[in-house]
T-cell receptor
Framework: GAGVSQTPSNKVTEKGKYVELRCDPI?????LYWYRQSLGQGPEFLIY????????DSGLPNDRFFAVRPEGSVSTLKIQRTERGDSAVYLC?????????????????FGEGSRLTVL | AQSVTQLDSHVSVSEGTPVLLRCNYS??????LFWYVQHPNKGLQLLLK??????LVKGINGFEAEFKKSETSFHLTKPSAHMSDAAEYFC?????????????FGQGTTLQVKP
């Protein structure tokens, strides 16, 4: 497809379980972002990848959250020992990073998100 | 620290009347500012962006926003609302450091359009 693809679109799990959420960015986009959107809130930054490496993981709430992007394309967000407070929509975005004066990146294109519900 | 404040959590207008969604920003640097729209069960879509060029920015679907440094505002407007404009709108500031492009979102404003 032409856009950012996220799977699953919906995930219901039980407290304490392990969850993986997948993001397939737009082909050729080197920058990839994960955001989390809780009910009634704006998205909050989790982590940013440039290529295969996590350039900024300052938004990950704790060590139960981890993300990888081993080949610089698809990314997986992993949540261990899920808690009810992890329930949210997890958004992925990608951009075609352009080097310009000031280092501005290009527009971010968002997927439709993965809705996680922890019972 | 950089942040944005959306002054209204909910705005209701009649179809064909003007839309005003208010946003104030706080930034230590010359900011990059954006408005995104989120329709139900759809991905976030960029409406428009300000990156220190013209202060009046035109976006898609007839929306525009004006950057006012003296008021630290970046309000979103549209002359005539359409039913399809009903959605959640986010004012966003981009952190300029480290070239990460990390975005800081406001809390969102729900726009309701009545027939």
């Amino acid at each position: 497809g032409a856009g950012v693809s996220q799977t699953p679109s919906n995930k219901v799990t039980e407290k304490g379980k392990y969850v993986e959420l997948r993001c397939d960015p737009i082909s050729g986009h080197t920058a990839l972002y994960w955001y989390r959107q809780s009910l009634g809130q704006g998205p909050e930054f989790l982590i940013y990848f440039q290529g295969t490496g996590a350039a900024d993981d300052s938004g990950l709430p704790n060590d139960r959250f981890f993300a990888v992007r081993p080949e610089g394309s698809v990314s997986t967000l992993k949540i261990q020992r899920t808690e009810r407070g992890d329930s949210a929509v997890y958004l992925c975005a990608s951009s075609l990073r352009r080097m310009a004066a000031g280092g501005n990146t290009g527009e971010l294109f968002f997927g439709e998100g993965s809705r996680l519900t922890v019972l | 620290a950089q942040s944005v404040t959306q002054l209204d959590s909910h705005v209701s207008v009649s179809e064909g009347t003007p839309v005003l969604l208010r946003c104030n920003y706080s930034s230590s640097y010359s900011p990059s500012l954006f408005w995104y729209v989120q329709h139900p069960n759809k991905g976030l879509q960029l409406l428009l962006k300000y990156t220190s060029a013209a202060t009046l920015v035109k976006g898609i679907n007839g929306f525009e926003a004006e950057f006012k440094k003296s008021e630290t505002s970046f309000h979103l407007t549209k002359p005539s609302a359409h039913m399809s404009d009903a959605a959640e709108y986010f004012c966003v500031v981009r952190l300029p450091t480290s070239n990460t492009g990390k975005l800081i979102f406001g809390q969102g404003t729900t726009l309701q359009v009545k027939p």
